[in-house]
């Protein structure tokens, strides 16, 4: 951790922003993700870097924007990429990748096909984010788990050649998505871009994640920042945490190195 640490402040007095994915990186799993909540002391330390002027800070999640500035309600100016950052809200605007209002209505199709037939399967439970579904398996024994799968695929696979809507797989997790070439670094780049704008100056951008998806932003921010996979995935990360907790760790450490900035 303190390795990660001294690599975010390397840059010497340039403005960092300091990016993260959610679910896995800042907060543990549960097995209903309804229940995750950021816990107070990660809640606070983010607060406190968001409120430093030589910092900003953003989460970027498979979540609803919306529902992650809810859940984290982080004082201070941040961004809040959504749906794998295909909409955004940031301290003054936001965005939302184009055309995504109309994958709406084919989506809830599927949602309402892949309810009826995973009804059954215990521990299988579907998440409708409206513009996205989520097949979640993580409460599910290995059985009802394949069930699901097999299910999905068959379910969804006229829908992906059709080109009206796409799969980001992730942990334990199979969402259906509007089929938009927009992922995680799309999001790095366009924050980075508001940012330097509104704040006028280069920064150097710090990324955290566990999962697939966010592997786009590791690639995005590649060696101009810092990159830190959560977990024990292979990545293309420069660094390693092992979990949310040594996650909380590093936010507290850089709290300290940045007290003057
Ligand atoms: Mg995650």
Known sequence: M??????VVAGGRS??????DFDGTLCEFRNDPESVQLAEPRRAALSTLARRPALCVGIVSGRRAADIRGRAALDGPVYYAGLHGMEILGP????????LAAYRGRLQELRASLAAAVRHLDGVFLEDKDLSVALHVRAAAPVDRARAEETFWALVSPALRAGRARV???HCVFEL???IAWNKGNAVHWIEG??????GAPMRTVYLGDD???EHAFEAVGDRGVTVIVGRAPSAAAHRLPDPAAVEQLLDRLVSLTADR
């Open 2 to 7: 303190a390795d990660v640490a001294e690599a």
């Open 194 to 199: 508001n940012a330097t704008r509104r704040l």
């Open 92 to 99: 003054d605007g936001g965005f939302t990748v184009g055309q």
């Open 168 to 170: 980001q797989r992730g």
């Open 15 to 20: 403005r960092i922003l300091l990016l993260s």
């Open 177 to 179: 998505l509007p089929d």
């Open 212 to 214: 697939r998806t966010d």
